[in-house]
Structures are given as structure tokens and as C-alpha cells.
């Protein structure tokens, strides 16, 4: 008996997990990123919903119709409802045909790229590291796992990645942009963002490419225009000296 | 009750029970109690792999295992964990089932099941013996993934043994599935119509089906990496003309319906249970066959959105039908709550284990609609949000509903009840570390925990949830020790269980418990989907009346 009292006390705030969940992306820093940050909450928001209702009705069975101890009567063994099946096979439908609405809209844009990019980087990720090389200009950026990666990048302008790998697949990952792409061998990827805030973001390979996957970190630092024309010019100097 | 168990029969049944008879043995249950053991020390093992990363990933730096260790620890857990446990524990339960579900004294080819059960064992410990080996076993996830499974990048013989291992594997689950097809097709007792089958009987057509049609192509995929490895082919290899992604279109061809291989046996299990536990038949049956079914259409159609962040497929269409099977799904869980409503629920552990099988579950069918979605799945592929995601739906959903099935189903097959009690501790145990492991994750995968990675940066703040997740894990694998003691406790000293235990509806419970040889001497009339229940009904009224 204690048993089904603490099960109750445990079952009816299990209903309540999503609610905790949902809306936790971190904050986006690029505009694509805002549309999927609230795409996100969209979908949160629905499947916050769905679980209170159909968990909420789990619970609410599992409490109202416990057998009484002792209650050997059979109940009713109705166990069909034409109309009512319809209803719950169409409402689910209904609600996927809107997911899959607001999320073709997103789509669209994230995966637009820009027609004029301010800055253009080709990213090589090979095992295990990245090479950065800043298109048009001769500075290149190496990260190796003893020796991290830190690339800068303007804000409110256009950002393109071009991807490409010479070993096996990678993937380039800065978790703030809500965004990645696979680094594949013999596929280049391109993708564009247009970074809103300055600010130092951490950037991962997040396709497991073997031995030291783990020691692809780099950071991202994202400056003013005037400051990342400076520092670029800056880079070019030391590439001539060495 | 008419049901004959003559001493003599025990007597007989007792006498062959030994190691040499379970080695040659070719009867339907003694095989289905091979598969179970079987995939159990696979779970236990597997199970084991994933304490050792959880303990390694409870704190940045590394302390337990290196990288090298690490990578070989998660292609093997990934791997036991889907070819050597769920799938076989799902042949386990069809083995000893189907027959008596459709009362037929066997299957349709005894000596060809007992093949199938040998391959297994073979096939897992050839994947297994790359621990053995100076390289050490396969490293490159369970995907396997080219270019990196190629021998520039994993040169080692363990690599090859894990490929033969999932190529046997594959044989062995197509000529399984074959059989399950010839049994339920050609073996059904008279009065067995095909819409007076077990819904679990539809489960076991419908997985059959998906094995039958995807495993062929991971065997094919296998074979051309093995010559890719060995025999000098460039079937991947993009310096020459080969292609990557191609790689991935295969194997995910089939690993997506292998996630439906991987569940619905389980959601056929469920359903068996839950009409029993709350007396009243199953609601909507028709219903419920239809829409296994369609999950079984719709999952041929799914692959590529694995694959989104390649850049390569077509990102609306495989959004679109990845959401779309979510409704089939959403239609059982309706089926199952009118099941249960205006019931009268018996809380006994099978029953609790499926309350746990709805609510995780339910958990990782929503959190698989976001991943549906390309714009999310680009912010948290790869993540951890995706193996918290596919945590709810297999450990959540099929292995809760496994235990479900073990504490429902062991009376049959040893004769012996599992002790309430402990099986109760069991379910809470196990369902308080499921969600303090696994619940964690979505969170840490939002924030950018990628996955498959030994160690991560202090600065990275992914500490806490980690340290809360492995402590997680060490209560899951406290309440699977809970379970082993009172398994092997009940089997010996159980209350006997009786042909009934449990007023079940299916024809398992019309013969003795464990059922002799032939598993019946006489058949109750089949009229509907509960025949066992309507004869018992029907003795009640007669003796009442
Ligand atoms: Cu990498």
C-alpha cells in the first residue's frame, strides 16, 4: 500500500519533466540562429502540451481506476470507437503538418547563403585539427590539441564557411551559432551566418573522426568591423615575417 | 479446468534438461531461454562498458581510460547494445511466444532456428574478441562511419572482427525473421485468423519484414567495406571516385528501421500486458494493427534524416515523413490509455514496468519530432541531446518494456513467480537513475556537449550535469543487480506460478508453466483475440449458472 501512495506522489510530477526542458537553448548569437532558437520554443511550447495532456491522462487513469482491493467484478469490456480513433489519428496529423510548416520557413533562411559575404573562411578540419584560412588574404589559423585554435570574425556582417576535409568526416560546430556542418572528404559544405554579438565562443568538432575527436576545440572571437580589419592586417604582418 | 500436466510429463522434461540438451537442443523454448540468457550477459556486459564511461566522464581530464580505450568502449556498448541485446532479446520472446501465441507445437523450421541461435553466439563473440587482440576492438562507433573505418584510418584486426561479427549477425536475423514469417503464416492453430492474432504476434510479422528487407543491405554495406579493407576496393574512398555518403545512405537504410526493429517487439509486449492489467480487452485492435503497419511503411522513408548536417539530402522530404511516422505512434499511445480507462488496474510489477515504457517513451517520441526538424537537428546533432533522445526511446522504451515482459512472462517459462517486492525496488531504482543519467543530457547537448568524447574542457561548465549523470548511471546499475538476485532468487525459490497467474486472454496461458515439449495437449476454442479468457468467462458463468 505505501507502494501505490509513493507511486502516485511520483507519477503525477513526472507529468511535469518537459516543462523544465523546454526553452533552455542557449541564447543565439547570430540572426539564423534566432529563428532556430525560436523555432525551438515553437516546438517546446507544443510538445510541453502533448506531454501534460497524454502523461496527464496516463496518470489520471492509473489513479482513478486502481482495482479495490478485493473487487473481483470485471469492468465494462467495451473496446472499440470508430469515430474517436479518427479524431486521435487525425489531431497528431494536424499537428505535425504545423511543425513541419514553420519548419520549412526556417529552413529556407538557414540554409541561405550570402550573396556578397564580408568575410569568407575556409575551413579545412583534418585529424585533429582545423586549418583557418581567411579567403583573399594570406593569413591562415592552425589549432592542433596542444595549441587551440582562436579565429576572430566581424559582427552584423555576412560570414561564409567553406568546408572541406582531406581525412575522414569532421564536423564544424560552434554550439551559440545553434548550427553545424559535417566536414566530408570529397564534398565541399558552405554555410553563412551573420554573427550580433561581440563576445569569445567555444567551436568543437562534433562528428567523432577518430583517436583525439575530443581535442578539436577552438574559439571564436567575435569583434567589431574596425577592430577585425586591424587585427586581420595585423595577421598578414606576422605571416610575412615567418 | 481440463488441462492435463501429468507428473510423467515433468518427469520427462526435468531428465533432458541438461548442458548437453540445451546445446543440441532444436525446441522453440528451450532456444527462446538460450536467446534470453544470452542477450541478458550481453546487456550485463554492454552495461558494464557504459559505467566505465560514465566514471570517465564524471569530472574533465582524464581518469579512467584513455582515448584510445574510451573510443573502443562506446562502438562496443553501441554495438552489444543493439545487435547482441535488444534484437536478440526481441527473438528471445518471439521464440518462446509465437509458437504458443498461435498454437502451434513448434516453429516452422526447428534446426534452422537453432542455426540462427549458434550464429548469434558466434557473431558476438567474434565482435567481442577485438578486445583480445593487440589493436583492440573496433573504434570507430557502432555507425562505423568511412572514411575513418577504413584500414588507413583503423587499421587494426579488430576492426575486421567486428565487421564479420555484424555480418554474421545479419545472416543470423534474416533466417530468424525467415522462420518467424513460415510459423505465423503456416502454423496457426484452426480458429487462429490473422485478426485473432496477439498484437505481439503482428509486432514479431512486421520487425520480420523490416529484418528481411534491411539487413540484407547492412550485409551488403559490410561486404563492400571488408573489401574496401582487405582486398584493395575503393568503394568509399572519394580520392579515387568512391563515395562517403554512400556509406551513410546504407547503413542508415537500415539502422533506422532498426530502431523500429529495436521497439516494436516491445511495443507488442506492452500490449499484451497492459489489457491484462487493467481486465479489459485491447482497444482498438484494428486500430493498433494498422498503425504497425504503417510504422513499418513510413520507416523506409526515414533514413537521411540521420544525415541532414551531410549537406547532402534532401532536408524538407525526410523532415516530412520523420514527422509524419510520429502519428502511428501517437495513435497507440491513445489505444493504450482508452485501454486503460474505466479499467480495473492491478499495479503489479509487469504493469509498473509499462507505465515507466509510456512515460520514457513518450519523452523520446517528442524529443524524436525535434530532431525531425533539420534547422533543430543542425543546432543538436551529434550532441548530447541526441543520446539523451535515443536513450528514452531504447533504454525508456524497449528495455523497460523487456523488464516488463521478464517479470510478466518468467512464471511461464521457469514455473515460478519473481518476487513482487523486489521487483518493485528494481522499477523505481531503475526508473529515479534513468531520468537523473539520461535527463541531464538534453540539456548538455543544447548547450554544445558533443558526443563520443572522452574528456571536455573545465571551462566548458558541462562538470555538474556530467557528475549528476554518472551518478545516475551508478543506481542503474545498482537496480540491475536488484534484478539478477531476484531472478535467479525466484527461479529457485519462487511461489509456484500455475498455468495462470496472471487471468491472461493469449494461449501461453492455456498450458502448464514451463509448457511441456509439445507445449499443448489441448487447445481452449479460438473464437477471439482472448480465447483464453473467454473460456475461462464461459466456466464461471457454467458454474454460477
Ligand atoms: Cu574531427
Redesign the pocket.
Known amino acids: 500500500m505505501e507502494m501505490s501512495q509513493r507511486g502516485r506522489k511520483i507519477l503525477v510530477p513526472a507529468a511535469f519533466l518537459p516543462l523544465i526542458v523546454s526553452a533552455c537553448t542557449p541564447e543565439p548569437i547570430t540572426s539564423q540562429g534566432e529563428q532556430v532558437s525560436d523555432l525551438y520554443t515553437i516546438f517546446s511550447v507544443i510538445a510541453a502540451v502533448i506531454f501534460v495532456v497524454v502523461a496527464g491522462l496516463i496518470g489520471w487513469s492509473l489513479i482513478r481506476y486502481r482495482a479495490k482491493p478485493g473487487d473481483d467484478e470485471l469492468p465494462p469490456q467495451f473496446h472499440t470507437n470508430l469515430k474517436l480513433e479518427i479524431t486521435w489519428f487525425a489531431i497528431p496529423q494536424v499537428i505535425v503538418i504545423g511543425l513541419f510548416i514553420a519548419t520549412a520557413f526556417v529552413l529556407v533562411d538557414v540554409n541561405e547563403e550570402a550573396d556578397d559575404p564580408a568575410v569568407t573562411v575556409d575551413v579545412e578540419?583534418f585529424?585533429?585539427g582545423w586549418r583557418f584560412g581567411y579567403s583573399g588574404t594570406d593569413v591562415t589559423i592552425i589549432g592542433i590539441p596542444q595549441d587551440p585554435a582562436e579565429i576572430v570574425l566581424p559582427v552584423n556582417e555576412p560570414i561564409t564557411f567553406v568546408l572541406n576535409s582531406d581525412d575522414?568526416v569532421?564536423?564544424f560546430y560552434i554550439p551559440k551559432f545553434l548550427n553545424k556542418r559535417d566536414?566530408i572528404p570529397g564534398k565541399e559544405n558552405r554555410f553563412s551566418v551573420t554573427i550580433q554579438e561581440e563576445g569569445t565562443y567555444q567551436g568543437f568538432?562534433a562528428?567523432?573522426?577518430?583517436l583525439l575527436?575530443d581535442r578539436?576545440p577552438f574559439t571564436v572571437q567575435a569583434v567589431s568591423s574596425a577592430s577585425f580589419e586591424s587585427w586581420l592586417e595585423g595577421q598578414g604582418d606576422d605571416d610575412g615575417d615567418s | 479446468m481440463a488441462t492435463v500436466d501429468s507428473p510423467a510429463d515433468f518427469g520427462i522434461e526435468r531428465r533432458r534438461s541438461g548442458l548437453v540438451d540445451y546445446i543440441t537442443t532444436t525446441d522453440h523454448k528451450k532456444i527462446g531461454i538460450l536467446y534470453l540468457y544470452t542477450a541478458v550477459a550481453f546487456f550485463l556486459v554492454a552495461g558494464a562498458l557504459a559505467l566505465v564511461m560514465r566514471a570517465e566522464l564524471a569530472a574533465p581530464g582524464l581518469q579512467v581510460v584513455d582515448n584510445q580505450t574510451y573510443n573502443e568502449l562506446f562502438t562496443m556498448h553501441g554495438t552489444a547494445m543493439m545487435f547482441f541485446f535488444v534484437v536478440p532479446l526481441a527473438l528471445a520472446f518471439a521464440n518462446y511466444f509465437v509458437p504458443l501465441h498461435i498454437g502451434a507445437p513448434d516453429v516452422a523450421f526447428p534446426r534452422l532456428n537453432a542455426l540462427t541461435y549458434w550464429m548469434f553466439v558466434l557473431a558476438g563473440l567474434t565482435a567481442f574478441s577485438g578486445f583480445a587482440t593487440s589493436g583492440g576492438a573496433a573504434p570507430f562507433g557502432w555507425t562505423g562511419y568511412v572514411p575513418l573505418s577504413e584500414s588507413t584510418y583503423s587499421p587494426s584486426v579488430g576492426a575486421d572482427l567486428w565487421i564479420m561479427g555484424l555480418l554474421l549477425s545479419g545472416v543470423s536475423g534474416t533466417l530468424g525473421a525467415v522462420n518467424f514469417m513460415a510459423t505465423i503464416f503456416g502454423m496457426r492453430a484452426p480458429g487462429m485468423t490473422m485478426f485473432r492474432l496477439p498484437i505481439f504476434v503482428w509486432n514479431i510479422i512486421v520487425t520480420s519484414a523490416l529484418i528481411m528487407f534491411t539487413f540484407p543491405v547492412l550485409t551488403a554495406a559490410l561486404s563492400m567495406l571488408f573489401i574496401d579493407r582487405n582486398m584493395g576496393g575503393h568503394f568509399f574512398d572519394p580520392k579515387v571516385g568512391g563515395d562517403p555518403i554512400l556509406w551513410q545512405h546504407l547503413f542508415w537504410f537500415f539502422g533506422h528501421p532498426e530502431v523500429y526493429i529495436a521497439i516494436l517487439p516491445f511495443f507488442g509486449v506492452v500490449t499484451e500486458i497492459i489489457p491484462v492489467f487493467s481486465r479489459k480487452p485491447l482497444f482498438g485492435y484494428r486500430g493498433f494493427v494498422f498503425a504497425t503497419l504503417l510504422i513499418g511503411a513510413y520507416s523506409f522513408s526515414v533514413w537521411a534524416h540521420h544525415m541532414f548536417t551531410t549537406g547532402a539530402v534532401d532536408g524538407p522530404f525526410f523532415s516530412a515523413t520523420s514527422m509524419l511516422i510520429a502519428v502511428p505512434t501517437g495513435i497507440k499511445f491513445f489505444n493504450w490509455i482508452a485501454t486503460m480507462w474505466r479499467g480495473k488496474i492491478r499495479l503489479r510489477t509487469p504493469m509498473l514496468f509499462c507505465m515507466g515504457f509510456l512515460f520514457m517513451f513518450l519523452m523520446g517520441g517528442i524529443t524524436g519530432v525535434f530532431l525531425a526538424s533539420p534547422p533543430i537537428d543542425f543546432a543538436v546533432h551529434d550532441t548530447y541531446y541526441v543520446v539523451g533522445h535515443m536513450h528514452y526511446v531504447l533504454f525508456g522504451g524497449s528495455v523497460f518494456a523487456i523488464f516488463a515482459g521478464i517479470y510478466y512472462w518468467a512464471p511461464k517459462m521457469f514455473g515460478r513467480m519473481m518476487n513482487e517486492r523486489l521487483g518493485k525496488v528494481h522499477f523505481w531504482l531503475m526508473l529515479l537513475g534513468f531520468n537523473v543519467t539520461f535527463f541531464p543530457m538534453f540539456q548538455l547537448g543544447l548547450n554544445g556537449m558533443v558526443r563520443r568524447i572522452a574528456d571536455y574542457p573545465a571551462e566548458t561548465g558541462f562538470a555538474p550535469m556530467n557528475l549528476l549523470a554518472s551518478i545516475g548511471s551508478a543506481i542503474i546499475g545498482l537496480s540491475v543487480l536488484v534484478f539478477v538476485y531476484n531472478f535467479f532468487m525466484s527461479k529457485r525459490r519462487g511461489m509456484p506460478a500455475g498455468n495462470d497467474p496472471w487471468e491472461g486472454y493469449t494461449l501461453e496461458w492455456a498450458t502448464t508453466s514451463p509448457p511441456p515439449h509439445h507445449n499443448f495437449t489441448r487447445l481452449p476454442p479460438i473464437r477471439s483475440q482472448q480465447p483464453v479468457f473467454d473460456e475461462t468467462q464461459q466456466a464461471q458463468r457454467e458454474s454460477r449458472g
Open positions: 578540419a585529424q585533429w575522414v569532421h564536423a566536414v568538432c562528428e567523432f573522426c577518430g575527436h578539436m
